[in-house]
């Protein structure tokens, strides 16, 4: 949304702007030096001739903001001058391309972002031809008086015209007499109830009272147990120990008796 302090309402110029063109700021200020402080017809000269590539974008800015000064705030063509036109530096669009070795060098692609201010000579329009086919100079129309706002205010006006007739007509006609309403039906008396039967009473009988639960029985009481045999204590205060009992060795047994006399093997 655009700065209202811009706005043609406060400074009295017309704004064309075009952002990203594909030129460096530098070239597109060579050709703006040319034409700035020049009406419009002389730079759109001047920019039809020019040798360099960038004249083209700014002939499209330029037709901008000619076409926003005559449709939105209703300027005449011959009176505009070019009041202010600058270049700003865009973004930078990085590549590179291969060198020798494998190595690889950078190419910067800039943008610039031009800007072109409009002012009128004269402080009177034209506007388009009447009916009669006449035309006639008026003064600067302010901001947000357009040609719609005035074909809207026009059918505006139209319709009230057409309300206000319309009113009169229906005040002059006689109203119609209304008509009656008819008389409200009588309600039919309510239907009595009707007596419950024998089922439906037993099933709304009360419930028999539970029965008590037994009593559960005492359990009987636990049987105390026996107390320990105190072990006996030493005349020092200290436990007696059992001397250990000496450990049986079996008998050798004795070697067999033969009966061969001394001296004699088998």
Request: proline fraction near 9%; charged fraction near 35%; glycine fraction near 4%.
């Amino acid at each position: 949304m655009a700065d209202k302090r811009f706005s043609f309402a406060n400074t009295g110029l017309v704004r064309a702007e075009a952002r990203h063109v594909r030129s460096s700021a530098r070239k597109v200020r060579l050709v703006l030096e040319d034409i700035r402080g020049r009406s419009v017809i002389d730079a759109r000269k001047q920019l039809l001739f020019s040798p360099r590539a960038v004249a083209k974008d700014i002939e499209l800015v330029l037709r901008s903001a000619v076409t926003n000064a005559e449709v939105n705030h209703g300027l005449s063509p011959d009176d505009l001058v070019i009041h202010e036109a600058f270049a700003n530096e865009g973004v930078t669009i990085k590549r590179f391309k291969p060198r020798a070795r494998g190595r690889a060098s950078k190419i910067r692609k800039r943008t610039a972002h031009i800007t072109i201010l409009l002012r009128s000579l004269s402080g009177g329009t034209v506007i388009e031809s009447t009916v009669d086919g006449t035309t006639e100079t008026v003064a600067p129309k302010k901001a947000g008086d357009s040609a719609r706002s005035k074909r809207v205010a026009a059918s505006q006006k139209a319709d009230g015209a057409e309300v206000a007739t319309d009113a009169a007509e229906v005040a002059e006609k006689p109203k119609a007499a209304a008509k009656p309403k008819a008389a409200a039906k009588p309600k039919a008396p309510a239907k009595p109830k009707a007596e419950p039967t024998e089922a439906a009473a037993a099933a709304t009988k009360p419930k028999a009272a539970a029965k008590p639960k037994a009593a559960a029985k005492p359990k009987a009481p636990a049987k105390p147990k026996a107390p320990a045999k105190p072990k006996a204590a030493a005349a020092d205060g200290t436990a007696e120990k059992k001397p250990a009992a000496p450990r049986k060795r079996a008998p050798k047994a004795a070697p067999p008796k033969t009966d061969t006399p001394d001296g004699e093997k088998d």
